[in-house]
């Protein structure tokens, strides 16, 4: 089944303590993004990547890294989690760019949450 | 300035009516694509239909439809014949160019409750 795995679904942590929140999709897309989801914000970007150590910022990228070493893993790293860094968050892929037929597909979340 | 505007925060009707849901965007981009997903509690994005600027007619899919009114800058859902199961946050978004920035742009959703 073509998808787009996220882990963990939940996380409880507390500040400054390092976690990674895995992303991995079965599609071969070349393109692949973060966002994270706030109340009242919509979703909005954090980093994407059109390619294998291609990656870029995207709106709100300060506390979060990434990398992506193979086309189908793109792992999202808070180095020191804070708790505004509380959130919904989702990875996503497509052949890029996005469109009708190559449309986003979405994981099914990580609600993350810092103490 | 927002890019993205649904100025529904929540919306509430009845079983087997039709409702329209509101999306307005702001680009100077003459190719653009729009995109409106479902979101139900389970917190999955759903995707459910996409209109590209170019396009000469309105999006369908099934029982959802895009109006696409390009001088407004507007691209409204439209459901017909509501359902229980239609309950959900929706989110309307938009991608700037044929290449561009290579990210969906989301307004903030509309809740919708549709009532028995």
């Known amino acids: 089944e073509a998808q787009v795995t996220q882990n963990p679904r939940y996380l409880i942590t507390v500040t400054g303590k390092k976690l990674t929140v895995t992303c991995s999709q079965n599609?071969?897309?070349?393109?692949m993004s973060w966002y994270r989801q706030d109340p009242g914000l919509g979703l909005r970007q954090i980093y994407y990547s059109m390619n294998v150590e291609v990656t870029d910022k995207g709106d709100v990228p300060e506390g979060y890294k990434v990398s992506r070493k193979e086309k189908r893993n793109f792992p999202l790293i808070l180095e020191s989690p804070s708790p505004n860094q509380t959130s919904l968050y989702f990875c996503a892929s497509s052949f890029a760019p996005p469109s009708g037929t190559n449309g986003y597909t979405f994981g099914s979340g990580t609600r993350l949450t810092v103490v | 300035a927002q890019k993205i505007t649904q100025t529904q925060p929540g919306m509430f009707v009845q079983e087997k009516e039709a409702v329209t849901l509101d999306c307005t965007y702001d680009t100077s981009d003459p190719s653009y694509g729009l995109f409106w997903y479902k979101q139900p509690s389970s917190g999955e994005m759903i995707f459910l239909i996409y209109?590209?600027?170019?396009?000469?007619q309105n999006a369908t899919e099934g029982r959802y439809s895009l109006n696409f009114q390009k001088a407004r800058k507007s691209a409204n859902l439209v459901i017909s014949a509501s359902q229980l199961g239609d309950s959900a946050m929706y989110f309307c978004a938009m991608r700037e160019g044929l290449q561009g920035a290579q990210k969906l742009v989301f307004g903030q959703g509309t809740r919708l409750t549709i009532n028995p």
């Open positions: 599609m071969n897309h070349e393109y």
């Open positions: 209109q590209g600027s170019y396009d000469q």
